[in-house]
C-alpha cells in the first residue's frame, strides 16, 4: 500500500509538472506573440518613417561620395530636369543660386543634386517667368532648403496658372525677402580676392512703361509675351562671363545687342556698394566665354545678332529626351556652327547633368 500510495503519489508529482510545463508554454506563446507584435509594430512603423524620409535619407548617404567645390571655384550646374530648366551656381565666397527648378514631376531630382553637392540654403531662388517647366520644381526646393531672397518676375495675376500659384504659396511661406527680376539687380561676392558678381539685365522695371512687363502682364498677352520678359542674368568671374536668357526670343535678345552697341556698354554699368566699399559693375558682352541657350534650344532664340556680339567658347542647352518640341532646333544649331565654328556644345538630353567649373585663374572645364 505504501508503495501504491508512493506512486499515486509519484503519479500525482508528475501530472502537476505537465501542468506547469503546459502553463509555461502557453505563457511562452503569449508573450511570443506580443514580441511578434511589437516587431510588427515596429516593422510598420519604420515603413512608414521611409515613406516620409526616404527621399532625404538617400540624398544624405548620395553626399558622401560628390566631390565638394574647391576654393575658389565657380561652379554651374546644369541639372536634367528633362523638358525644363534647371542651373545651379556655387559661386567662389560659398553662397549659391538656383535659376528655376524644372516642372514638377522633376523636383525629387532637383532636391537630390542639391543634396549631391551638399547644399544646405540658398543665398538666391530666381524663377526667370511663371512657366510651369521653370516654376514647378521650386516650392519643393523652398520648403526644403529656403532661401535669404527670391528673385521673380512680375506677374499681376498670382493665379496664372498652377505652378506658379504654389510657387508663391512656398515663398510666402518661406519668408524670404522677395525682389522683382529688373535690370541691375545684383549678386555680389563678400570676397575681393574671389570677386564675381550676377547680375539682370533684362527686363525694365515693371514701372517703367515700356517694360517688357507691359506687354508680359496685358489680358490677352500670349506666350510669346511671358517669356520675353524672362530674367536675362549676367555673371562674371575671373575674366569669365556666363549669360542665361531663360526663354527670351530672338527679339529681346536683338534689344539687348542694340542698346549695349549705341551705348557701348554704359546701358547696363551700374556701381554698388561692397564691404570694401563702392564697386562698378560693367557687364562686357562682347566676349561671353559661355551662352545658355534660350528656350531650350528653340529656333526663336540665340540669334545671330547675339552670337555675333557675344562669340562663345560654349553653348549650354537645357532640353528633354525625345521633347515634342523637337530642342534643340536643328536650325539653331546649324546658325550657332555657322556664327562659332569651334563652339563647344553640352547637352542634358544627351549629357545627363552636367557641371562646369572656373577656377580663380580663369581655367575652367566642364565635367559630367
Known amino acids: 500500500m505504501r508503495l501504491y500510495a508512493r506512486n499515486q503519489w509519484n503519479g500525482l508529482k508528475k501530472s502537476k509538472g505537465k501542468?506547469?510545463?503546459s502553463a509555461r508554454v502557453k505563457e511562452r506563446k503569449k508573450y511570443g506573440l506580443i514580441i511578434v507584435s511589437l516587431v510588427l509594430l515596429a516593422i510598420l512603423a519604420t515603413l512608414f518613417c521611409i515613406d516620409l524620409f526616404v527621399m532625404p535619407l538617400e540624398r544624405l548617404f548620395i553626399r558622401a561620395d560628390y566631390p565638394s567645390r574647391q576654393e575658389g571655384e565657380l561652379r554651374v550646374h546644369f541639372v536634367d530636369v528633362g523638358q525644363g530648366d534647371c542651373t545651379i551656381l556655387e559661386f567662389p565666397d560659398g553662397k549659391t543660386m538656383l535659376v528655376d527648378g524644372g516642372d514638377a514631376s522633376a523636383a525629387d531630382a532637383v532636391l537630390d543634386y542639391c543634396a549631391r553637392i551638399g547644399i544646405e540654403t540658398f543665398d538666391v531662388v530666381l524663377l526667370t517667368h511663371p512657366d510651369a517647366d521653370h516654376a514647378g520644381g521650386l516650392p519643393a526646393v523652398l520648403q526644403e532648403y529656403g532661401a535669404e531672397a527670391v528673385w521673380m518676375p512680375y506677374v499681376a495675376d498670382q493665379n496664372g496658372n498652377d505652378a506658379y500659384g504654389k510657387f508663391m504659396d512656398a515663398v510666402r511661406e518661406s519668408e524670404a525677402t522677395v525682389?522683382?527680376?529688373?535690370?541691375?539687380?545684383s549678386l555680389v561676392s563678400d570676397m575681393p580676392e574671389y570677386f564675381y558678381y550676377a547680375m539682370i539685365l533684362s527686363p525694365l522695371s515693371p514701372e517703367i512703361e515700356n517694360s517688357l512687363y507691359t506687354a508680359a502682364n496685358a489680358p490677352n498677352a500670349d506666350d510669346g509675351a511671358?517669356?520675353?520678359?524672362?530674367a536675362v542674368l549676367y555673371v562674371e568671374y575671373a575674366n569669365q562671363r556666363l549669360l542665361l536668357t531663360g526663354d527670351?526670343?530672338?527679339?529681346?535678345?536683338?534689344?539687348?545687342?542694340?542698346?549695349?552697341?549705341v551705348t557701348e556698354g554704359e546701358v547696363f554699368v551700374c556701381t554698388v556698394e561692397t564691404a570694401w566699399g563702392p564697386v562698378v559693375l560693367a557687364p562686357y558682352l562682347e566676349k561671353i566665354t559661355f551662352l545658355k541657350a534660350g528656350h531650350h534650344g528653340s529656333s526663336s532664340s540665340t540669334g545671330e545678332a547675339l552670337l555675333e556680339l557675344c562669340r562663345p567658347k560654349a553653348l549650354f542647352i537645357s532640353a528633354?529626351?525625345?521633347?515634342?518640341y523637337g530642342h534643340p532646333s536643328p536650325a539653331l544649331l546649324q546658325r550657332v556652327r555657322a556664327a562659332v565654328p569651334n563652339i563647344e556644345i553640352y547637352r542634358t538630353d544627351e549629357l545627363g547633368n552636367y557641371?562646369?567649373?572656373?577656377?580663380s585663374d580663369g581655367e575652367f572645364a566642364v565635367s559630367w
Open 248 to 261: 527670351a526670343s530672338t527679339r529681346v535678345e536683338d534689344s539687348l545687342v542694340e542698346a549695349y552697341a
Open 320 to 324: 528633354g529626351v525625345g521633347n515634342p
Open 19 to 21: 501542468k506547469d510545463s
Open 226 to 230: 511671358v517669356n520675353d520678359a524672362s
Open 179 to 185: 525682389n522683382i527680376s529688373q535690370l541691375f539687380l
Open 355 to 359: 557641371c562646369l567649373t572656373v577656377c
